[in-house]
């Protein structure tokens, strides 16, 4: 074998085990995936402290996510080589992330609409949302008169914390005069309270100190947002109404709009389809945990008593920088919910809810999303309900059906 036939062999040899090497790294990319079962996963806030929450995957990789009793169901999950994609339901959240192996995965949870990326991982086999160091020294089942932001003029907000607690674990939620912060989950450990949620809309951690009377601490929202909190059991405590906050201004009788739908027409209420009917008017966003949660009961009310004389319209204040993006979230939201009724485009590039009430001038403010406005047969502005109270808040959710439906039926035999 001459020197010139000797060096072709050795590259053809050479060349073949590239090849062998590189289809095998290809196969052990095409290989990673995630484990189904439980895992645990971790959002990186501030002050070096993680939000936890809890969730499983099945033997199709759906993701299913645990909030106290809620169970948020994740069915748009790709995998390709090492990487994984989770798109949460409804909101624009998701998880992009690199897969270590079969029991690890770290990366990012963004929310492009308003530039926010916090970091991710997720553990495989590991079911507790906390790390237990002692035994619970109180028990904050009850009601808790709380403040946010008490020192600050501009931050100030009064809310009502409502608790479960069997053991160290604690359930239960934050009602605001705008909304409740959704299911909450934790524990007592010793004498500090930790609770998270997690919904691809919002990342909330509270951390506090307790006693039987007080508790102390801090509100996480992300790695963008903290706050601290402070909170006094009363079981008497209650809120002001949430039908006196957003009232019109003095000179109005009722509300005038006109929005494009997803067609580009523009609809107001003084379309035929709105004649001789009350309507419900539903300023919301689908970025929104609280419209969400308002949403599915609109949606289910609105199946249940179909032929009646109502009509809904909701308004969607949206993040998106463009309108044709502000339609696709709003087409993602009807589909993913069944929504029904017209879903217009009121605002799109922000939700500042100074810029919304200029849309709607004859309100005195909008302090909340969602709002809900009911208007009579006769075009006169019954109601104004701001905020939602959403299924964590138990009693106050089941109150709100009730008073819902008996106005409804009322408005509706006039």
Not at 22 to 49: P, Q
């Amino acid at each position: 074998m001459n020197y010139r036939e000797l060096v072709m062999k050795n590259l053809g040899v050479f060349l073949l085990a590239l090849l062998m090497l590189a289809c095998k790294s290809e196969t052990n990319k095409k290989e990673l995936t995630i484990k189904s079962g439980t895992w645990r996963a971790e959002l990186a806030v501030m002050d070096e402290k993680s939000l936890p929450f809890i969730f499983t995957v099945d033997e199709q990789k759906k993701i299913k996510i645990y909030n106290a009793e809620e169970e948020i169901y994740v069915d748009e999950v790709t995998i390709s080589n090492d990487s994984i994609r989770i798109y949460m339901p409804v909101f624009e959240g998701y998880i992009v992330a690199k897969i270590q192996d079969d029991m690890n995965f770290s990366g990012s949870f963004i929310k492009k609409n308003v530039g926010r990326n916090v970091p991710f991982k997720a553990e495989y086999g590991v079911d507790k949302r906390f790390v237990l160091n002692k035994k619970a020294k109180f028990n904050i089942t009850g009601n808790w008169e709380t403040v946010f932001s008490k020192d600050s003029e501009k931050d100030r907000y009064i809310a009502k914390g409502i608790f479960k607690q069997a053991g160290d674990k604690v359930t239960g939620t934050f009602r605001t005069t705008t909304g409740d912060y959704r299911y909450l989950e934790g524990v007592v450990d010793g004498d500090e309270l930790k609770l998270s949620t997690f919904d691809g809309g919002h990342a909330f951690l509270f951390t506090a100190k307790v006693s039987d009377s007080i508790i102390d601490g801090y509100f996480y929202s992300g790695n963008h947002w903290k706050e601290p909190f402070s909170a006094k059991r009363n079981d008497a405590y209650e809120l002001p109404s949430a039908n006196s906050l957003t009232y019109l201004k003095e000179g109005f009788k009722t509300l005038n709009f006109s929005f494009p739908d997803a067609s580009g027409k523009r609809v107001s209420l003084s379309d035929p389809q709105f004649e001789n009917k009350v309507k419900v008017i539903q300023i919301m966003g689908t970025w929104c945990p609280n419209c969400m949660d308002e949403t599915k009961y609109y949606v289910d009310y609105f199946s249940r008593n179909k032929g009646k004389p109502f009509e809904f319209v909701a308004l969607a204040f949206e993040n998106a920088k463009t309108s044709e993006k502000a339609f696709k979230a709003i087409d993602r939201l009807k589909k993913k919910l069944k929504v029904e009724y017209p879903v217009l485009l009121a605002q799109y590039g922000s939700t500042d809810k100074e810029e919304a009430q200029q849309k709607l001038p004859m309100l005195n403010h909008i302090i909340s999303y969602p709002t809900s406005i009911f208007i009579d047969k006769k075009g006169t502005v019954r109601k104004i309900h701001t905020g939602f109270n959403g299924p964590a808040t138990g009693k106050k959710y089941t109150e709100f059906k009730e008073e819902f439906e008996s106005f409804m039926e009322e408005l509706m035999a006039e």
